[in-house]
């Protein structure tokens, strides 16, 4: 099962709310929109279409790369929505954060947690500043 691929506002997100990016994997979505609206920090969760498989499927099927991720950034209109340029991207895929960058060259590619359950202390001590 798949969301739709686009950017969910979870607890009402302003200009300098975070940027997280992860799979449309309906399982994935819903686990982490839940930590992240448990955190109490609004933020902006970007969902890319790699038809509906978890992070670590997709990027081991080449589906979640840095060129669909920045594509998907690219098109989505949420420089629009934020001040900040950073981008979160799951820690599992921590490896291909440096091609990220190179791929979007005015955002900084944090690294986020493996584990959706540590996002909420993730987020409290994450700075978009």
């Not at 992070?55 to 900040?84: C, M, Q, R, Y």
Request: hydrophobic content about 45%.
């Amino acid at each position: 099962m798949a969301v739709d691929s686009k950017f969910y506002e979870i607890g009402n997100p302003d200009e300098n709310s975070p940027v997280l990016v992860t799979t449309n994997f309906s399982l994935t979505y819903f686990i982490v929109s839940g930590e992240i609206e448990g955190s109490k920090i609004p933020a902006w969760l970007g969902v890319v279409d790699v038809d509906g498989q978890s992070v670590l499927t997709a990027w081991a099927a080449g589906k979640f790369v840095p060129e669909t991720i920045a594509k998907f950034i690219n098109t989505s209109g949420i420089a629009d929505k934020v001040k900040h340029r950073k981008l979160i991207i799951p820690g599992y895929v921590a490896q291909i954060s440096g091609e990220l960058e190179e791929e979007l060259p005015d955002w900084e590619i944090v690294i986020g947690t493996r584990e959706a359950a540590d996002i909420p202390a993730f987020l409290r001590q994450f700075s978009t500043t």
